[in-house]
């Protein structure tokens, strides 16, 4: 998954895509005169997005999770940068 917008062009491997049969898909997103509806869901429990976070890290640890999701090593979900949460001790 990515999320935000590239500075040009990504090049897809079409070959894994189509050997893998894989899905590339892409959102523009919402706009902004929709939020107040996705919020009042939120706000309800309707939608529950703290559902998705898989794990919180620290902000030191956001290096190797870089590195991890650039090796298709990553955990699954969503992962949030914690930066209320104490540095690992030494």
């Given at each position: 998954?990515?999320?935000?917008?590239?500075?040009?062009?990504?090049?897809?491997?079409?070959?894994?895509?189509?050997?893998?049969?894989?899905?590339?898909?892409?959102?523009?997103?919402?706009?902004?005169?929709?939020?107040?509806?996705?919020?009042?869901?939120?706000?309800?429990?309707?939608l529950?997005?703290?559902?998705l976070?898989?794990?919180?890290?620290?902000?030191?640890?956001?290096?190797?999770?870089?590195?991890?999701?650039?090796?298709?090593?990553?955990?699954?979900?969503?992962?949030?940068?914690?930066?209320r949460?104490?540095?690992?001790?030494?």
């Amino acid at each position: 998954m990515q999320i935000g917008l590239f500075p040009t062009d990504p090049v897809i491997p079409m070959g894994a895509v189509i050997g893998k049969e894989l899905s590339v898909l892409g959102s523009h997103g919402m706009p902004a005169q929709d939020y107040p509806g996705l919020l009042d869901l939120v706000t309800a429990g309707r939608l529950r997005p703290q559902d998705l976070v898989e794990r919180r890290i620290r902000l030191e640890e956001v290096p190797d999770a870089l590195v991890a999701m650039a090796g298709d090593r990553s955990a699954g979900g969503v992962t949030v940068v914690d930066l209320r949460a104490a540095p690992a001790p030494s």
